[in-house]
């Protein structure tokens, strides 16, 4: 490939040189003699920095200061592109077709669930002898199209792939660029045989301001399926409308809770298959709700791949479950971790976690740093709605101990939090430290009490910092 042959896969324009392309596609600091960097913007001392790594070209959106008369005098050709995302994609697509071309490829999307059913679909897939990549991990770090990690992930994985298990974000961008057909491109370019839609809920505010805009997001993943099966939620009534999306060569799988419209379904006695239980509640590794619709879509997606029942079973029985997803720190009292950072994630694990307990409830949640005031306000009124009915206590913080710069929580943050709470008349305590939120939750919490910890990446830090007081192993 040269590169003004990728110039023009990908409708950019050509600065400098046609040279062949040797490596992979790559972010600029690891980048290796031969490949393509990928980069949002990019100035002279990125410029400098490709040159001294030997790279083919770079592809960026934004030049800065004098980067194209240095690479113009260090004959780096530069592709200049009007949207980033239609490089990662071409990445992707490169990256699969040269290392993963006859593999079983599955797409997860939506807006709560995502990380959870793709970690699972990997576990079984991987019980049943798959060699299976996954760019899915307990941050959610590799789900977007902003720069080219799962093409490079893909790349560099060592082994021959014969299963993926692609978790996509329904809705992407930064600041307030919304990069619009997101599920739809990135799906597109995994070409998969199976798409998984978990929910449509409300969140990246700002990107998107209403349901109807998250349901065209999110609906894109659907869309961009040429053939294969659909696996969709029946009890949400914006992924069951994406069966009208779906062609003639697909299939749709429907999973939902005791309804007989659904192809897999919870019943009392477990989880069954068109009739047949495939696994009894018993042998669920978990049994709060949002967690068994997560293990439905899972069932769903393996079916569709042709695994054997019995694998899907054991896989699914011996299943752990990633860092923050409802993890249990303590027993005495009992604490919980959740990364819930949107409306609906917070409503679910607020109400899971009454369910554990005989005690009060105290909640400790991150306000949600640099995201803006419209998620918080939706937050806040999420945890009211979730608190209302309860004993409970509630801790805020805005985790300033512990975050960085991309995740301080603005003054207006703050407020836009602390207001909703006192028009929901909801009683609080605020600490501006998380150590200090933890430290009074503990001090305060009685043995049959429930502590759960919410939030995203103000919350991360939680668990070492209990580690640190002792208060956990």
């Known amino acids: 490939m040269k590169t003004s042959y990728l110039a023009q896969k990908i409708n950019g324009k050509l600065i400098g040189s046609d040279k062949s392309i040797e490596g992979i596609f790559n972010i600029l600091s690891p980048a290796k003699g031969g490949d393509v960097v990928i980069r949002h913007w990019i100035d002279e001392n990125g410029i400098k920095m490709a040159s001294e790594r030997g790279v083919s070209c770079i592809i960026t959106e934004d030049l800065r200061e004098n980067a194209l008369k240095m690479a113009i005098e260090l004959d780096i050709p530069l592709i200049i592109i009007h949207k980033i995302e239609f490089a990662n994609a071409f990445a992707i697509n490169w990256a699969v077709e040269k290392y993963a071309s006859d593999s079983l490829r599955v797409v997860v999307t939506g807006t709560n669930g995502k990380s959870t059913t793709s970690h699972m679909i990997y576990s079984i897939l991987k019980e049943a002898d798959y060699i299976t990549y996954t760019n899915t991990d307990s941050k959610s770090e590799f789900n977007t199209l902003i720069d080219p990690m799962v093409s490079k992930q893909i790349a560099e994985f060592g082994k021959k792939i014969e299963a993926m298990v692609i978790e996509i974000s329904e809705v992407q961008g930064w600041f307030d660029r919304l990069m619009e057909n997101h599920a739809f491109i990135m799906t597109s370019s995994v070409e998969p045989q199976v798409v998984v839609v978990t929910n449509v809920s409300m969140d990246h505010i700002g990107l998107v301001n209403s349901i109807e805009e998250m349901f065209d997001e999110t609906s894109g993943a659907v869309k961009a399926l040429n053939e294969g099966y659909a696996i969709l939620n029946f009890d949400d009534p914006f992924v069951r409308k994406m069966k009208s999306f779906t062609g003639s060569d697909t299939e749709v799988l429907f999973f939902g809770n005791r309804n007989e419209g659904s192809d897999i379904e919870l019943r009392d006695e477990g989880i069954f298959y068109r009739g047949d239980i495939m696994i009894s509640l018993e042998d669920l590794p978990f049994k709060s709700?949002?967690?068994?619709?997560n293990i439905m879509a899972a069932i769903g997606a393996s079916i569709a791949l042709g695994v054997?029942?019995?694998i899907i079973k054991k896989a699914i029985s011996l299943y752990k479950p990633l860092k923050r997803r409802f993890s249990i720190l303590s027993e005495k009292p009992l604490i919980i971790d959740d990364f819930a950072h949107n409306p609906a994630g917070i409503l679910a694990t607020i109400k899971n976690a009454v369910s554990m307990g005989n005690g009060?409830?105290?909640?400790?949640?991150?306000?949600?740093?640099?995201?803006?005031?419209?998620?918080n306000k939706f937050n806040a009124e999420a945890i009211a709605d979730g608190l209302r009915n309860f004993d409970y206590k509630l801790v805020i913080t805005n985790s300033s101990d512990v975050v960085d710069s991309a995740n301080t929580v603005l003054k207006e943050e703050e407020n836009i939090f602390i207001e909703t709470l006192k028009e929901r008349k909801i009683n609080y305590i605020f600490r501006d430290k998380l150590y200090l939120a933890l430290e009074y939750a503990l001090k305060s919490a009685e043995v049959d009490d429930v502590i759960l910890l919410i939030g995203a990446q103000g919350m991360d830090p939680a668990k070492g910092i209990l580690k640190e007081m002792k208060r956990i192993n």
């Open 360 to 375: 009060k409830l105290c909640v400790v949640s991150a306000i949600r740093g640099s995201r803006g005031e419209p998620i």
């Open 289 to 293: 709700q949002h967690f068994i619709a």
């Open 308 to 310: 054997d029942k019995k």
